[in-house]
């Protein structure tokens, strides 16, 4: 079975502006297989690589970000100063979490509090990957609200299988390929 392409179009002139690809339901699995065998080998890196790896992607979207403006003012129809505020949004997201995931994922201590009548001995907090998320896409704001929440996931071991909206289907397509060229799972 065939798949049409997604027909990506300006919202105010109806001008197509390219085609994307489609997924087709039945190579789901596939897809999520894919992403469970790249997630092991991604959760088994060090925070340090991690963290290279997602300053990569910080860095070709840094200089991606007019391009990807200009995409969003395309096909979403946003103005241009609202379309690079999303980008300067979206790299602040993910550079606090190259910056500080470290801290926020790390071991924590935690104290027995108020249960210390109880003789209850303090605790670590630990976090694990939980192996591969799953993320559907806005189109409202295709950038902010999706890639410092993929840096998040990617931060903490995880894989990501994302779906972009299929009203920002091109730009959700340019940042999927920063993401191959950084080589994040």
């Known amino acids: 079975m065939m798949f049409d392409p997604l027909i990506a179009r300006n919202p105010a002139t109806e001008a197509e502006l390219g085609r994307v690809p489609t997924t087709p339901p039945g ?33 070709l979207l840094s200089r991606e970000a007019d391009a990807l403006a200009d995409g969003i003012r395309a096909e979403v129809g946003k103005p241009r100063a609202e379309a690079s505020s999303e980008m300067v949004m979206a790299l602040d997201g993910i550079r606090w979490t190259v910056n500080h ?10 104290g027995a509090g108020w249960q210390r009548f109880l ?18 896409g806005t189109w409202n704001c295709p950038i902010f609200l999706n890639a410092p929440a993929i840096a998040q996931a990617l931060a ?23 993401l191959d060229a950084a080589g994040l799972p």
Do not use: C, F
């Open 27 to 59: 190579r789901v699995a596939e897809v999520m297989a894919r992403a469970r065998r790249a997630q092991a080998r991604w959760a088994d890196r060090s925070w340090h690589e991690r963290r290279a790896a997602l300053k990569r992607w910080w860095g």
């Open 101 to 110: 995931g470290h801290r926020a994922l790390g071991e924590k201590a935690i």
């Open 119 to 136: 003789m209850i001995p303090s605790a670590w907090l630990r976090y694990r990957p939980i192996g591969v998320v799953g993320m559907i």
């Open 156 to 178: 903490a071991g995880n894989a990501v299988v994302w779906k972009p909206s299929e009203l920002a289907s091109l730009v959700g397509l340019r940042l999927q390929q920063t």
